[in-house]
């Protein structure tokens, strides 16, 4: 075993090593979720695939733990461990992008912002996070919601290919001809099977002026809202992307003094069309009652991209569900938590299903569910962490109360640690099956455990 107060070397390494001494090393192990403060023995950022496998072979014989770090948005802190090895895949940002394939080989250090830029560069796009830091590699991992999920289906559908180095140091290529149980189990599976090192994407044209924007109402609206969305939404061409935020804006003056400042309401969409067509497919939605804000006009993919509200460092609680319905009594506990905000940044997030995603065979890949009508988040974010139980007490309130709706399938890539059987959730008893033997194949020692893991046995 190292010591902490040894300066490592890993051989072949041509990255940068941030050791607890170094000057870099607060910044490298920061994640977005604050809540998380883990100390790494070493953190390696990789400039290669090549990199990564010294890193690897460095951690299997000191003894380290190991995690991965994408670009550390996950709620878990997981992309970080305490007293092991973080290899961190900051330093491989790398995008090629093939305008008349419409493809690209993406780096998985990449984060979604740049990612959309140098797609958009050529037109193109695939559906991605709705925020600019996240990272690819740990949202495409564990699927991958986004603004065009309706229209192209998630982040892993659109996966033709991936680089991987597995959990004994090789370099592999899973896609549907090579390794295809392996290429199975990334879409959907999260960082189980090695780490990824570059994704090929197949990629959509969009035109260059989409429809897009929030429809902001009064809170007290907030049951009417949803019951439109609810009865509107999941019928709505493919094209048409949105999600309801219960959530508080901030007081600007582009928001009229009924919603700004205050719990409000947020109907976003997105066309992912021609900026006329959008205007007829949304036309349903837009005209249930006269918002107190219509920010929905020109826009581009890009820029729509990057109008999520970001708090990095902020202590966050989310937990998810998916629901088949939103039956009125469902509705009401939703308003009734709307007009109550356990803090401003809090945004109870109501993601539409249906579209082309839905339509996707269930076995395609490992993702767990296709079917389910609504996508809840409860994510709960604030600054004081004397306000840790309560603000987790309250988010998990409004959750369980809105259980009994729940299809029982979990979005993973919305919750924090919720223990295995949440896990096991969010795939179902058969693609847990599935994953297991995957995993018993690819890493049967489970190397690779810091994430929302599935063990060859199905003990940690
Ligand atoms: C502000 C914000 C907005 C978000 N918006 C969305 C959204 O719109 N849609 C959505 O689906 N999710 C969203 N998420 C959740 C997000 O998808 C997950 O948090 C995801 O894990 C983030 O990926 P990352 O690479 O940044 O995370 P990391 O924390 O770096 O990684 C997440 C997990 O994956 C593993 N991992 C990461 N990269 C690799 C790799 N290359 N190979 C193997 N394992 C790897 C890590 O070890 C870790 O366990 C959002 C999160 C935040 C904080």
Redesign the pocket.
């Known amino acids: 075993m190292i010591e902490a107060e040894t300066i490592p070397r890993i051989d072949g390494f041509q990255g940068t090593l941030f050791d607890r001494n170094h000057p870099g090393y607060d910044e490298a192990r920061r994640?977005?979720?604050g809540m998380f403060d883990r100390r790494p023995l070493l953190v390696a950022r990789c400039s290669s695939a090549d990199d990564v496998i010294a890193a690897l072979a460095y951690a299997r014989r000191e003894r380290l733990p190991v995690?991965?770090?994408?670009?550390?948005?996950?709620?878990?802190?997981?992309?970080v461990c305490d007293d092991g090895l973080c290899v961190d895949?900051r330093g491989m940002k790398g995008i090629a992008v093939d305008p008349v394939a419409r493809t690209c080989r993406a780096g998985?250090g990449l984060t979604w912002g740049e990612f959309d830029q140098a797609t958009a560069a050529h037109g193109l796009a695939v559906t991605g996070?709705?925020?600019t830091?996240?990272?690819?590699?740990?949202?495409a991992?564990?699927?991958?919601?986004?603004w065009l999920e309706r229209k192209m289906g998630f982040?892993c559908d659109n996966l033709i290919k991936v680089e991987?180095v597995t959990a004994d140091g090789r370099e592999v290529v899973a896609s549907e001809i090579e390794n295809p149980d392996l290429f199975w189990g990334v879409r959907g599976g999260?960082?189980n099977f090695?780490?990824?090192?570059a994704f090929h994407f197949r990629l959509m044209q969009l035109p260059a002026r989409l429809l897009g924007g929030a429809l902001v109402y009064p809170v007290e609206m907030a049951a009417e809202v949803i019951r439109n969305f609810r009865d509107v939404f999941p019928g709505a061409p493919d094209e048409v992307g949105g999600a309801i935020s219960l959530t508080s804006t901030p007081d600007a003056p582009i928001f009229p003094s009924s919603v700004r400042g205050r719990a409000a309401v947020l109907v976003h969409l997105l066309y992912a069309g021609e900026y006329e067509a959008g205007e007829f497919a949304t036309a349903a939605i837009r005209a249930f009652g006269p918002p107190a804000a219509d920010l929905v006009g020109p826009t581009s993919y890009v820029q729509f991209q990057a109008t999520?509200p970001?708090f990095p460092g902020s202590r966050?609680y989310w937990t998810a569900d998916f629901y088949d319905d939103l039956p009125d009594e469902a509705v009401d506990i939703l308003a009734v938590a709307a007009r109550d905000p356990i803090s401003p940044h809090t945004n109870i997030f109501i993601a539409p299903g249906g579209g082309y995603a839905s339509r996707i065979p269930e076995d395609a890949n490992a993702f767990g569910e296709r079917r389910a009508l609504f996508n809840i988040h409860f994510l709960a974010s604030w600054q004081d962490a004397s306000f840790d139980a309560e603000g987790t007490r309250r988010i998990k309130a409004v959750s369980t109360a809105m259980k009994p709706w729940s299809t029982g399938r979990v979005?993973l890539?919305?919750i924090g640690n919720e223990g295995q059987a949440r896990i096991d959730n969010a795939f179902g008893p058969t693609k847990v099956a599935r994953l297991r033997e995957l995993k018993a194949k690819w890493d049967p020692e489970n190397f690779?455990c810091?994430?929302?893991n599935i063990s060859p046995t199905g003990q940690r």
């Open positions: 994640v977005y979720n995690s991965v770090y994408g670009g550390g948005h996950a709620v878990t802190g997981l992309a895949l998985a996070g709705r925020a830091s996240t990272g690819i590699s740990g949202l991992l564990g699927s991958g919601s986004g982040t991987l999260g960082g090695g780490v990824v090192t999520t970001l966050n979005y890539n919305y690779f810091n994430n929302q």
